[in-house]
T-cell receptor, first 113, second 116 residues
Framework: EDKVVQSPLSLVVHEGDTVTLNCSYEVTNFRSLLWYKQEKKAPTFLFML????IEKKSGRLSSILDKKELSSILNITATQTGDSAIYLC?????????????FGKGTHLIIQP | DSGVTQTPKHLITATGQRVTLRCSPRSGDLSVYWYQQSLDQGLQFLIQ???????AKGNILERFSAQQFPDLHSELNLSSLELGDSALYFCASSVDHGQGVRNTIYFGEGSWLTVV
């Protein structure tokens, strides 16, 4: 059974700190790994990672995939209170012509002023 | 705004009842996905449709069913509702079903279902 595990489940840090969120996956016919940020409702897309070792960056957020270790990390530097959210990672797979996503349970990140 | 529209935003109903959740995908997207999110289970994939046809099934109960119509909107039908069905139901869409193409999916705002 496909599985995506995120750690830590929750994290409280102070504004300005740097955080690293972890995601490990066991996904048959793995295609890519996606990161989402969920604040109040809909998860919003952050990154899609398909190649190992290539960092994707967007402002203070960056992410990288390690296919050998079946894992990914999401880094947030100089955190701000607006970064408080649940961060979800999902493994995508392909099989039988259909793609689906298997989500982890998320990391609940709280940034204290 | 992701471009994925879901209705209703909130719904309260009694056990044993049946509800229908509606989703309009982003313009041009052919794939629609349904997810259930509860506090203890996280985001659970229910079912995927591509251009009107069912493509993949996840943890969808037999009491639940879905379809995608020719205009590509989709409906998720939940019947014989139980208290445990209370959750946030998300619809998401993507431009394709992913064969050989990168597949980013975009989520709607969700439909909050409360079963009392």
């Amino acid at each position: 059974e496909d599985k995506v595990v995120q750690s830590p489940l929750s994290l409280v840090v102070h504004e300005g700190d740097t955080v690293t969120l972890n995601c490990s996956y066991e996904v048959t016919n793995f295609r890519s790994l996606l990161w989402y940020k969920q604040e109040k409702k809909a998860p919003t897309f952050l990154f899609m990672l398909t190649s190992s070792g290539i960092e994707k960056k967007s402002g203070r957020l960056s992410s990288i995939l390690d296919k050998k270790e079946l894992s990914s990390i999401l880094n947030i530097t100089a955190t701000q209170t607006g970064d408080s959210a649940i961060y979800l990672c999902a493994g995508t797979y392909s099989g039988g012509g259909a793609d689906g996503l298997t989500f982890g349970k998320g990391t609940h990140l709280i940034i204290q002023p | 705004d992701s471009g994925v529209t879901q209705t209703p935003k909130h719904l309260i109903t009694a056990t044993g009842q049946r509800v229908t959740l509606r989703c309009s995908p982003r313009s041009g997207d052919l794939s629609v996905y349904w997810y259930q999110q509860s506090l203890d289970q996280g985001l659970q994939f229910l079912i995927q449709y591509y251009n009107g046809e069912e493509r993949a099934k996840g943890n969808i109960l037999e009491r639940f069913s879905a379809q995608q119509f020719p205009d590509l909107h989709s409906e998720l039908n939940l019947s014989s509702l139980e208290l445990g069905d209370s959750a946030l139901y998300f619809c998401a869409s993507s431009v394709d079903h992913g064969q050989g193409v990168r597949n980013t999916i975009y989520f709607g705002e969700g439909s909050w279902l409360t079963v009392v």
